[in-house]
């Protein structure tokens, strides 16, 4: 086991959960898609534009090998794709809402088959800095990363639209398992002794407990360990909004407890599962 934990295999959700969006998208009113999102700036029109984006970039990428990144003199990763997306965005805007859904309707089963033949313990094509910067990352947690970025901005739109849904515990729970998978990173400042243990427990249908164990002089997620040093618990909603920055860190603890070590447990409610 690596330090990101056993592998998890989402392929088969994707197309449940683009189902539901597609089926929410297709039911909404013209003013719903000017509706403000929590993306700054960008309303529901430019989130499902992004979506676009992502499935565009993943297919044009993994399938066709199509290297079109270009990097501006000292941009770093995160400046970069806030400057490609928002490009794209608003590019998107010329696309009206059908054709839009038309293309993810399309694209989906394609992307599909894409994660269909990656060997998910192999290499990812792209690492997940989030969960590490000095290892690779496997292709499971690279594939899981994109399940948890449709799955998100899915709930960003129903957030917008005030329409609940895709949130069964079996759609849920996987990105759960996934944002759990940058603990390791979240800790990584504090050192302490071989063995400390850290938990963090996400209440609800969908919640967990994962555990951060230090062994070797990094964190790795561990099934078991000793009497953990520090305990963070919160919700399944709080969980994941602070992991895609639907809430700040501030008001994470808010809603959060935690006990023990005030650093390890002020440390894992730092978690953060995108690129910022």
């Given at each position: 086991?690596?330090?990101?934990?056993?592998?998890?295999?989402?392929?088969?959700?994707?197309?449940?959960?683009?189902?539901?969006?597609?089926?929410?998208?297709?039911?909404?009113?013209?003013?719903?898609?000017?509706?403000?999102?929590?993306?700054?700036?960008?309303?529901?029109?430019?989130?499902?534009?992004?979506?676009?984006?992502?499935?565009?970039?993943?297919?044009?990428?993994?399938?066709?090998?199509?290297?079109?990144?270009?990097?501006?003199?000292?941009?770093?990763?995160?400046?970069?794709?806030?400057?490609?997306?928002?490009?794209?965005?608003?590019?998107?805007?010329?696309?009206?809402?059908?054709?839009?859904?038309?293309?993810?309707?399309?694209?989906?089963?394609?992307?599909?088959?894409?994660?269909?033949?990656?060997?998910?313990?192999?290499?990812?094509?792209?690492?997940?800095?989030?969960?590490?910067?000095?290892?690779?990352?496997?292709?499971?947690?690279?594939?899981?990363?994109?399940?948890?970025?449709?799955?998100?901005?899915?709930?960003?739109?129903?957030?917008?639209?005030?329409?609940?849904?895709?949130?069964?515990?079996?759609?849920?729970?996987?990105?759960?398992?996934?944002?759990?998978?940058?603990?390791?990173?979240?800790?990584?400042?504090?050192?302490?002794?071989?063995?400390?243990?850290?938990?963090?427990?996400?209440?609800?249908?969908?919640?967990?407990?994962?555990?951060?164990?230090?062994?070797?002089?990094?964190?790795?997620?561990?099934p078991e360990g000793t009497q953990p040093a520090a305990w963070v618990t919160m919700d399944q909603d709080a969980f994941w909004r602070l992991a895609s920055?639907?809430?700040?860190?501030?008001?994470?603890?808010?809603?959060?407890?935690?006990?023990?070590?005030?650093?390890?447990?002020?440390?894992?409610?730092?978690?953060?599962a995108v690129v910022a």
């Amino acid at each position: 086991m690596t330090i990101f934990g056993p592998v998890i295999d989402v392929r088969p959700l994707f197309p449940r959960e683009r189902r539901a969006l597609l089926d929410l998208l297709g039911g909404l009113e013209p003013a719903d898609w000017s509706r403000p999102t929590v993306c700054p700036g960008w309303d529901v029109h430019d989130v499902v534009g992004h979506l676009l984006n992502d499935y565009a970039r993943r297919l044009s990428g993994g399938r066709d090998r199509h290297g079109g990144a270009v990097f501006a003199a000292g941009e770093t990763l995160p400046s970069y794709l806030a400057r490609v997306n928002e490009e794209f965005v608003r590019a998107a805007r010329q696309l009206s809402p059908r054709l839009m859904i038309e293309l993810l309707e399309h694209l989906g089963p394609r992307l599909d088959a894409l994660w269909a033949a990656v060997d998910m313990t192999g290499p990812a094509a792209l690492d997940v800095s989030w969960a590490a910067t000095d290892l690779p990352s496997p292709a499971w947690l690279d594939v899981g990363r994109e399940y948890t970025e449709f799955w998100v901005h899915q709930q960003q739109v129903r957030d917008a639209v005030g329409v609940p849904g895709a949130d069964d515990p079996e759609l849920v729970r996987p990105a759960l398992e996934i944002f759990a998978r940058a603990l390791p990173q979240a800790l990584r400042a504090e050192e302490r002794p071989e063995g400390t243990a850290v938990e963090l427990e996400v209440t609800g249908p969908a919640g967990g407990r994962w555990l951060a164990v230090r062994r070797e002089g990094r964190w790795r997620l561990e099934p078991e360990g000793t009497q953990p040093a520090a305990w963070v618990t919160m919700d399944q909603d709080a969980f994941w909004r602070l992991a895609s920055r639907g809430v700040t860190v501030g008001e994470a603890r808010a809603r959060a407890v935690l006990t023990g070590d005030p650093a390890l447990a002020s440390a894992t409610t730092t978690l953060l599962a995108v690129v910022a």
